[in-house]
């Protein structure tokens, strides 16, 4: 067996690009109390009047009652749904602005005024979709187009921590291994991610600002639908410690009209496959095709297998001024073409430009604890261990050849004792907010939206 990062140095190597992460200090929140309609304080709130003299408790509670265009926004603490079910499903165009004082007079979304988005796991009402979904498809749709309808919408996701370390299902109480199916005793851990926005008909999306980690989806930790038209922009978040792709960049829509997505300094790191055996998921960022997508100033990094997975072809990128480096399998793959990141500007086809990216990791924060155990984990290549085993005269073997695939054999642990280990939003937090610079110099962040 083998283990796909080697030995992982955490303080590996340091970078001279200059990103722009949010800050920790106390700002004003003016610009968006302005916007707010709605207010959620789950330690003051009572009640559904959802105003800023009486708030609610929980954005679950209030979602029955909220119309399009309502933007709610939510004081520090944490919150885990309505009944404790671990899940937000908004099926209208509305905003989420977390980070805010108590007395909504001032933001720090990743310092003083956290909002955390979690769960209990086994909790009475539990459930294991995506934590947050916001899904505008059936409000603004091409029929309302065609009948002179408006339908542009916008949707905003600004200063969320979503955990899903508490909604997990792990083996003992080191917390090192997730358990994916559940038991009589046990709820499974979720196979979702932390946010999915999913669009109708020329929307504007803005979602930044936002951090997920403890995350266990077969795809997109932050995912994206874009409609027709649709124009997104994703900056400023964080995707650490998940399995499946940090973020996922995706259409609902296929035509003259495709979605846009502008992506920059956003971070997506140590990103694991599925499973030690499986050979999907562990990347930075998934794009799809029927997108036009713009990378800049990012970081993809000790991810299982790729830093940009474009195996379903998304055309036109541009991708300029990032980190890419640290990828077990591979920086970049077009279709099934792995490339390094210093190739990507002569060979990848779909690329129209790409400059100035390099492969110097930042020196990310984390815990001694937290990174033995990362290191820890097998990461089995499927292919090289299947062809090196005794094979077995077996009907699934027989079903295996038929399609030409790799036989089984006998002589093969898939096993991992670590997978998913838990990070603390201590250590995620750390991460997210310094990064060393060229002279060795931590480098907080300097501006916030």
Not at 322 to 333: E, Q, S
Not at 371 to 396: L, M, T
Not at 414 to 420: E, F, K, P, Q
């Amino acid at each position: 067996m083998v283990n796909g990062l080697g030995k992982l140095k955490f303080a590996a190597a340091v970078t001279a690009l200059t990103l722009c992460w949010p800050a920790s200090g106390a700002m004003a929140a003016d610009n968006y109390r302005d916007m707010c309609t709605k207010f959620v304080h789950g330690a003051s709130g009572k009640g559904k009047d959802a105003s800023l003299e009486k708030p609610a408790k929980d954005l679950g509670n209030i979602i029955s009652r909220l119309e399009a265009g309502d933007v709610v926004c939510i004081a520090e603490g944490e919150y885990t749904g309505r009944g404790k079910r671990g899940v937000d499903d908004i099926n209208i165009p509305v905003s989420v602005i977390g980070g805010f004082s108590a007395d909504f007079t001032a933001r720090d979304p990743w310092g003083a005024h956290k909002t955390i988005f979690t769960g209990v796991h086994n909790s009475k009402n539990f459930e294991t979709q995506t934590r947050l979904s916001i899904d505008s498809t059936k409000t603004a749709t091409r029929l309302a187009e065609a009948r002179g309808e408006p339908t542009a919408h916008t949707i905003i996701v600004d200063g969320i921590i979503f955990d899903n370390g508490p909604r997990n299902y792990y083996k003992d109480a080191t917390n090192s291994l997730i358990v994916r199916k559940g038991t009589p005793a046990h709820s499974p851990t979720p196979e979702s991610g932390a946010l999915s926005i999913s669009t109708g008909v020329n929307s504007t999306v803005i979602v930044r600002n936002n951090v997920a980690t403890n995350f266990a989806p077969t795809e997109g930790v932050f995912s994206f639908f874009g409609g027709k038209g649709a124009k997104v922009t994703v900056e400023n978040n964080v995707a650490i410690n998940n399995t499946g792709a940090g973020f996922r960049l995706g259409t609902s829509f296929t035509g003259t009209e495709i979605p846009s997505y502008i992506f920059k300094n956003n971070i997506s790191v140590f990103n694991e496959k599925h499973t030690a055996f499986g050979t999907f998921g562990g990347s930075g960022i998934m794009l799809e095709s029927s997108t036009s997508v713009e990378i800049t100033g990012s970081v993809f990094a000790y991810n299982d297998n790729y830093g940009v997975d474009n195996t379903k072809r998304s055309k036109n990128l541009v991708f300029n001024e990032n980190i890419i480096a640290k990828n077990a399998k591979a920086d970049f793959v077009e279709f099934d073409i792995e490339m390094a990141y210093d190739d990507v500007e002569d060979e990848a086809d779909l690329v129209d430009e790409a400059s100035d990216n390099i492969d110097k990791a930042p020196a990310f924060k984390v815990s001694d604890q937290w990174g033995a155990y990362y290191i820890s984990r097998n990461i089995i290549d499927r292919n090289a261990a299947e062809a090196d085993v005794k094979v077995v005269d077996s009907w699934n073997n027989d079903v295996r050849g038929l399609f030409g695939w790799n036989l089984q054999g006998t002589d093969l642990d898939v096993d991992s004792a670590v997978w998913l280990p838990r990070l603390s939003l201590e250590d995620a937090l750390a991460a997210a907010l310094y990064y060393e610079n060229m002279a060795g110099v931590k480098t907080p962040a300097v501006e916030i939206y």
